[in-house]
Structures are given as structure tokens and as C-alpha cells.
């Protein structure tokens, strides 16, 4: 796979100075990101600007339905959404080789070797996610 | 069965269609060269208010076609058709008491609402939705910018507006809100991987993660064809992906009252809410991008004139009425399945999505081996035969899935006939059974209580 040629994003004045005409594409993400977070300060801003605020002692208890609430919020809970989190790891990274795989099988000098490369890994992962299951993993109740 | 493989074998033609249109870049086939910034930036701004005012009308959309589903008027009484009811309902939101509860962690309970807000936009910006136009006298594609890696860059900000959930349900120190961001969380990654392993086969066809490029190598076909059953497996994650009914588990009101964001009020749940339209409009976006041709119109209409329908403004109009496609189609499920069950939901995506869609990427890596020569010259009899193999392995699969089922079914014991009031409260009839006749629970209720008149007088009317 050819590396892909970096775009040339500058151009030279007529003073030799070298100024951006373009922008760069993870530039721009940024750019919207920021707008994004922007969006979100004026909400706040306009929220500050309109909304009363008048707390009380009761107003700021924990909802539970109407009745006072018991016990400390962060309550203990399943230790099997830790080991979805596992799983997750374990698929997202078996993406991350995946992708890159998918986009360059096109090229002549990778042939079945990749294919059946590709076949074994994905046959790894399927045997793990069966292991799992057989472990009972995968049953909620 | 047959028609999968018909399907399949149809698909195939087509592939062998586009193959030549494969370009041998991976870098994005739209070109900024004549994009200034200001020009990137007033993009920027018409992303937002093109993603802000679908919302706006969206939420009005659902409302209406909720209401029709359900024969009743929906919102109607502000401005035309009650257009504006969404602009009210946010204006409301904004003059209403943000309250942090007192057991709150402040920080993170306020970055989590700007988590799920501005994360949301972020993958619009590399959606294609038109081809070059002229603007403000520059050559530019209606698409912001586009990246070699740009569905990449799509999964990976879903991937973090998780966080938005997560830090939301945990930093409210309420119950609630705990196990509704959990199970949320947990839902999300869960169909997070099977919505990337469902797009591989896309990569495999196109050669490229650029959306441009995508876009560009479905011009004589679809993905949806060769790449069907990623589709079916996309809509089913993207429906999950989006906490969306039948499949917003997040919000079972009845255990969980609103999810990870019960504490939230004013307009920091705004932005949660209007973070959960944006994203049902991005993953629309990519299922277009992806499987639907993205801003291409549709064939027969794309053959008119030679291709005018294919040029300039015109690809908006066609960006967004498949786009909108989508959008009703989520109105509709909502308006059409009850909720799943989680342990169902969960069972379904670990158990059948995931493996799957692995068998099938291979599947497809196979096929697209056939067609690039890995097996030999002929590539069509190569292809015809792996495509062949693989179907006679999914029917042989199919065939004894179903055997295996049936052999597990046991037809349970129904009687023939149901008292609804027999354990104390109403029960509805299964399907093929009958309820006992009014007249006799009427009198037995009689002959039983006779104190009770009015009872009897309820048991009655149900009848």
C-alpha cells in the first residue's frame, strides 16, 4: 500500500510568506468539536440567563419516585458489565485489525495467504467468544 | 431459501459491474482543493443548522406520525400543524431550574451532557451529501472534509460519546441513573461491534474507509446488494446504537424511571436529548453513505439526461430523502414494537449478531477473492463457485438451526378456555383461547357476595 502523500496545505505569497489555504481534515474535526462545545456553553449561557434558581434541601435529594431516598447512590452492582467491557476490548481491537485488512485486500501480492490468515483469526476469536458463552458469560439472568 | 441465493448470485453480476471502478487510491476522491477555510468554516456552521433544524423537525415528525400510528392528532396547536411545538418545548426547557443534586459529583455531572451534545455533531463533518457545487464562487464538495479513515472516525467518536452515558449515570450518585447508564453502556459497546464488523464487508467492496470514495465506487451498484446482510445487521445496531425503541432499555421507565439521565433537568437534559437525534441522524447518514449510494440518485432516475439528476444541488435532495427514509423507519419501529427484554437484547447481539457477521466478513473476503483472481484466472466461475459454497453452508447452518429448534419446542398445555379474573387480577387470552362468558362470572359473583352490589355491578361492565 502506497503511503498515502500528505497534501500539500500551504502556498506561498507573493510576499514569501507561507500562509494556510486549506484546511487540514483533522483540523476541521477539531473545529467542529469546539463548535460543538460552544453550543453547549451558550445553552448553559442562555440557561443562567432565563432559568430561576432556587434550591432547597429537598429539591436537591436523590430521586427515588417520590419517597426519601435510602442508602449512598453508588450502589454496588453486576460484575458481569466489567467483563462485557472485556469482551468490548477484545472485539475492538480484533476491528481495528480488520479494517485495515478489508481496505488493502484489493492488492495482488496478498492472495489466499491473507485470506486464510484472516480466516484463522477471525476462527480464534469466534472459539473465544464460545469459551465465554460456555462459561456462561453471555447469560444475563 | 432460494431467493438468498438468487440474491446472492444477482449480487454477484454486480460486483463484477463495479470491480473496474475501483480506484487504486485510498485517499478521499473529493476534492478540497478549492476550499478555503472560511469556506470549511461556513460548512461547519451549515452541518450544525442542518443537523439543528432536522432535529427540530424531527421531533415534531415523530410526534405527528406517533399520533397517527396510534389514531390520535398529536401536537397540533402550535404554529402550522404544530410545527413550532419543538421550539417551544426547547424554549421551555431553557427557562426551567437546573438542579445538581446534592450527592452529585459537579465536574463530571456537568461534562457529561457536553460529552453527549458535542460529541454528536462530530461525525456529520465527514458525512458526503452532495457532489461538487459552487459556493460563494468556489468549486467545493457538500461535505465537510473526509479523512482515509473516515468511517473510522465515525465509530471512534460513537465509541466516546459513550462516555457521555457512563459519566452521566455514575456521576449523579442516584440509583437509578447508576444502573441506567450501565445497562446503556453496555448495550451501546455491545452493538458498537457488531456495527463495525458489519461494515468491513463495505471495506471489502470499496477498497477504502474515505466516505467520498465509498460513495463513488456505488455508482453503477449499491452496497446494499452484495452487501446485504451487513445492511440488515446495520439497521438492527443502529436501532441499539441509538438507545431507540424497541431497544431503549436504558430507559425502561417502569424499573429504571429516565436512565442515566433521571437527575438531569433544564437544559442540560437538552442536550442529552438533542444528542440522541443527532446521533439517530448520523447513523441514518452512514447507512446511506454506506449501503445506499449516499447523495447518488436512485438508478433509472440517475440515467435521465446523462446523469443531471447525479449533479450539483441535486444530490442534497437525494442525500436527504434517504436519509428521511430512515428517519420514518425508526418512527415506525417505535410505533410498532413493544420493548425487548434486556437479557433478550443482550442474548441476541452476543450470541447471534457478533458471530455472525464475523462468518459473514469471511464469506465475503472469500468472494472478493474470487473476483480479484486469488483462486485462479476465471474469476467469474470462481466467484459463481465460492458463492455457491457459502450459500449451500448458510442453507445446511439454517437447516439445522431450525431442526434443532423445533426438536426443543414442546407445544406447553393450554386450556381451551380462561376466567381473566381468576388470579385476582385481569389477564389477557394466548392466542386461540377463549374467555369465559361475562353472564356466568357475573352471577357467580352474585350468588358469592351479596353485600357487594356495586362489585357486582363492575364485573358487570366488564363484559
Redesign the interface.
Known amino acids: 500500500m502506497s503511503a498515502c502523500a500528505e497534501p500539500d496545505l500551504r502556498e506561498e505569497t507573493d510576499l514569501g510568506l507561507v500562509r494556510l489555504t486549506r484546511v487540514s481534515p483533522y483540523l476541521t474535526v477539531g473545529g467542529v468539536v469546539l463548535t460543538g462545545v460552544f453550543l453547549f456553553v451558550a445553552g448553559m449561557g442562555a440557561r443562567r440567563l432565563l432559568a430561576p434558581y432556587a434550591p432547597t434541601a429537598m429539591k436537591l435529594t436523590t430521586y427515588e419516585c417520590g419517597v426519601d431516598p435510602v442508602g449512598d447512590g453508588w450502589a454496588q452492582t453486576n460484575v458481569r458489565y466489567f467483563l462485557y467491557a472485556f469482551l468490548y476490548v477484545v472485539f475492538a481491537v480484533d476491528a481495528v485489525y480488520l479494517f485495515p485488512w478489508a481496505t488493502v485486500i484489493r492488492s495482488a501480492d496478498l492472495g489466499m495467504a491473507s485470506l486464510a490468515e484472516m480466516g484463522i483469526f477471525i476462527g480464534v476469536l469466534l472459539v473465544g467468544l464460545a469459551h465465554a458463552a460456555r462459561r456462561g458469560l453471555l447469560r444475563w439472568v | 431459501m432460494s431467493l438468498i441465493v438468487s440474491l446472492a448470485a444477482g449480487a454477484q453480476n454486480g460486483v463484477h459491474a463495479i470491480a473496474p471502478s ?1 480506484a ?1 487510491a ?2 478521499p476522491i473529493a476534492d ?2 478549492d ?3 472560511w469556506l ?2 461556513i460548512k ?2 451549515l ?2 443548522v442542518f443537523l439543528l433544524i432536522n432535529t427540530l423537525l424531527v421531533i415534531w415528525f415523530e410526534r405527528r406520525v406517533i399520533g397517527r400510528m396510534q389514531q390520535r392528532p398529536g401536537p397540533n396547536r402550535t404554529g402550522p400543524f404544530g410545527l413550532l411545538q419543538t421550539l417551544a418545548d426547547g424554549l421551555k426547557l ?10 452529585a459529583d459537579k465536574v463530571v455531572f456537568l461534562l457529561a ?2 460529552i453527549a ?6 461525525s456529520f ?2 458525512i458526503p451529501m452532495g457532489p461538487v457545487v459552487s459556493m460563494f464562487g468556489h468549486r467545493t464538495p457538500l461535505q ?6 473516515a468511517v ?2 465515525v ?1 471512534a467518536v460513537a ?1 466516546v460519546g459513550v462516555y457521555g452515558i457512563i459519566m452521566a449515570g ?1 456521576s ?5 441513573p ?2 441506567g447508564g ?1 445497562r446503556s ?2 448495550q451501546v ?2 452493538y ?2 457488531a456495527m ?2 458489519s461494515l ?1 464487508a463495505v ?2 467492496y470499496s ?3 474515505s466516505t467520498s470514495q465509498i460513495v463513488a465506487s456505488q455508482k453503477s451498484l449499491w452496497f446494499i446488494i452484495p452487501a446485504f446482510f451487513s445492511f440488515l445487521v446495520y439497521v438492527v445496531t443502529m436501532v441499539g446504537e441509538t438507545n431507540r425503541l424497541p431497544f431503549d432499555l436504558a430507559e425502561g421507565e417502569g424499573e429504571l ?1 429516565g436512565g442515566f439521565h ?2 438531569y433537568s ?3 437534559f ?2 442529552f436529548f438533542l444528542g440522541e437525534y443527532v446521533n439517530m441522524f448520523t447513523v441514518s447518514a452512514l447507512a446511506t453513505t454506506m449501503f445506499l449510494g449516499g447523495w447518488q440518485a436512485p438508478p433509472g432516475i440517475a440515467a435521465i439526461n446523462d446523469g443531471m439528476f447525479n449533479q450539483g444541488w441535486w444530490g442534497l435532495l437525494w442525500f436527504v430523502i434517504k436519509l428521511w427514509s430512515f428517519m420514518f423507519f425508526f418512527v415506525w419501529l417505535r410505533g410498532s414494537l413493544p420493548r425487548v427484554r ?2 433478550q437484547f ?2 441476541f447481539g ?2 447471534f449478531l ?2 455472525v457477521t ?2 459473514w ?2 464469506s465475503v ?2 468472494i ?2 474470487a473476483q ?4 485462479g484466472e476465471s474469476t467469474r466461475t470462481a466467484t459463481v463457485i465460492v458463492v455457491g459454497v457459502i450459500s449451500l453452508i448458510a442453507l445446511a447452518a439454517a437447516w439445522l438451526w431450525e431442526g434443532q429448534h423445533e426438536a426443543a419446542a414442546v407445544p406447553a398445555e393450554r386450556p381451551e378456555e380462561i376466567d381473566p379474573f381468576a388470579g385476582g387480577y385481569p389477564v389477557p387470552p394466548m392466542p386461540g383461547q377463549r374467555l369465559r362468558e361475562p353472564s356466568q362470572q357475573a352471577e357467580r359473583s352474585l350468588a358469592g357476595s351479596t353485600g357487594h352490589p356495586e362489585l357486582s355491578d363492575q364485573e358487570e361492565s366488564r363484559g
Open positions: 475501483l487504486s485510498d485517499n478540497f482543493s476550499t478555503p477555510w470549511s468554516l461547519a456552521l452541518v450544525f431553557a427557562f426551567k431550574e437546573d438542579l445538581t443534586p446534592k450527592n451532557p457536553m451534545g458535542a460529541m454528536a455533531f462530530i463533518s465527514i465537510l472534509t473526509d479523512t482515509p479513515v473510522l472516525l465509530l465509541g455514575w449523579s450518585g442516584s440509583t437509578y447508576l444502573l450501565l453502556t453496555a459497546i455491545s458498537e461491534i463495525g464488523l468491513v471495506f471489502l477498497g477504502s474507509m424511571t433521571t437527575e433544564s437544559m442540560k437538552a442536550m434486556y437479557d443482550m442474548r452476543w450470541k457478533i458471530p464475523l462468518l466478513v469471511v473476503a472469500f472478493r477473492g480479484l483472481a486469488f483462486f
